[in-house]
């Protein structure tokens, strides 16, 4: 029993989306010029502030 067209294009559409959506996230860097990054500072002051909306009740 094969597939019909429509069962094939419902299976290979999203897989072929997904897969083209990890491509671009893989080399959004390249591809727009820019890098981005997570440093100790960055990390920190997320943690900071996590810690601040604790104590206001917000998290």
């Known amino acids: 029993m ?13 897989t072929f989306l997904g897969i083209l959506t990890m491509f671009l996230y893989g080399f959004w860097d390249r591809i727009t010029g820019k890098e981005y990054y997570v440093d100790d500072e960055i990390l920190a002051y997320d943690e900071d502030l996590i810690e601040a909306l604790k104590k206001e009740g917000k998290v």
Do not use: E, I, K
Request: proline share 8%; aromatic share 8%.
């Open 2 to 14: 094969g597939l019909s067209g429509a069962a094939w294009a419902t299976l290979l559409v999203p």
